[in-house]
Nanobody
Framework: EVQLVESGGGFVQAGGSLRLSCAAS????????IGWFRQAPGKEREGVAC????????YYADSVRGRFTISSDNAKNTVHLQMNSLKAEDTAVYYC??????????????????????WGQGTQVTVST
């Protein structure tokens, strides 16, 4: 059973930084893509960043590129999202999600599409101005 547990959310002032972590279990890390998504009140869930360790590829939404960095620690089956220069519009619940790479390709799902199979419970990030 795939399990994803997020941590690291919190309250920060604009311009500050936070580091989110996603501890993953129940699947072979190298066979999966793991992404971070977020959902603000009244808005649809959107892709923020995604990493595919086996392909050594990372993907970012335009809104966070240059400010956020996704990385993976394969030895610990953990994916991090370093968020710098945070803005009020980054306020949202952040979710970690995972899906099998081959399955994503077969289903035509992109790395930032919020249609991954497995999801964590989410962690709140609040950025104040």
């Amino acid at each position: 059973e795939v399990q994803l547990v997020e941590s690291g959310g919190g309250f920060v002032q604009a311009g500050g930084s936070l580091r989110l972590s996603c501890a993953a279990s129940g699947f072979t890390f190298d066979d999966y893509a793991i992404g971070w998504f977020r959902q603000a009140p009244g808005k649809e869930r959107e892709g923020v960043a995604c990493i595919s360790s086996s392909e050594s590829m990372t993907y970012y939404a335009d809104s966070v590129r240059g400010r956020f960095t996704i990385s993976s620690d394969n030895a610990k089956n953990t994916v991090h999202l370093q968020m710098n220069s945070l803005k009020a519009e980054d306020t949202a619940v952040y979710y970690c999600a995972a899906d099998n790479l081959a399955s994503l390709v077969e289903r035509g799902i992109g790395p930032l599409d919020a249609e991954f199979d497995s999801w964590g419970q989410g962690t709140q990030v609040t950025v104040s101005t």
